[in-house]
Nanobody, 114 residues
Framework: QVQLVESGGGLVQPGGSLRLSCAASGVFFSVYTTGWYRQAPGKQRELVAV???????NYPDSVKGRFTISRDNAKNTVYLQMNSLKSEDTAVYYCNTGHGGRYWGQGTQVTVSS
């Protein structure tokens, strides 16, 4: 049974940082492309970072230079380092992986507010 568990969300002031983690069981991040997505209230889910099985990364312009995705194969965990956070980064963040992106975590709330 596949399980993705996100953690590390919380309340942070604008300009602050958070590091999200996504730990997997039943599937190996090293085999698949893995993405971090977010969904704000009333908005569609959007991709904010992706890492391929080969380790290549990509980001949309909205987070480029502020967010960094990484992977620890030994721990089977993917991370999202988020710096210089803005109020518009407030959302529930999800990790996604597997063949055809079939597996999703439950999400972790990130709130950026003073």
């Amino acid at each position: 049974q596949v399980q993705l568990v996100e953690s590390g969300g919380g309340l942070v002031q604008p300009g602050g940082s958070l590091r999200l983690s996504c730990a997997a069981s039943g599937v190996f991040f090293s085999v698949y492309t893995t993405g971090w997505y977010r969904q704000a209230p009333g908005k569609q889910r959007e991709l904010v970072a992706v890492i391929t099985s080969g380790g290549s990364t990509n980001y949309p312009d909205s987070v480029k230079g502020r967010f960094t995705i990484s992977r620890d194969n030994a721990k089977n965990t993917v991370y999202l380092q988020m710096n210089s956070l803005k109020s518009e980064d407030t959302a529930v963040y999800y990790c996604n992986t597997g063949h055809g992106g079939r597996y999703w975590g439950q999400g972790t709330q990130v709130t950026v507010s003073s």
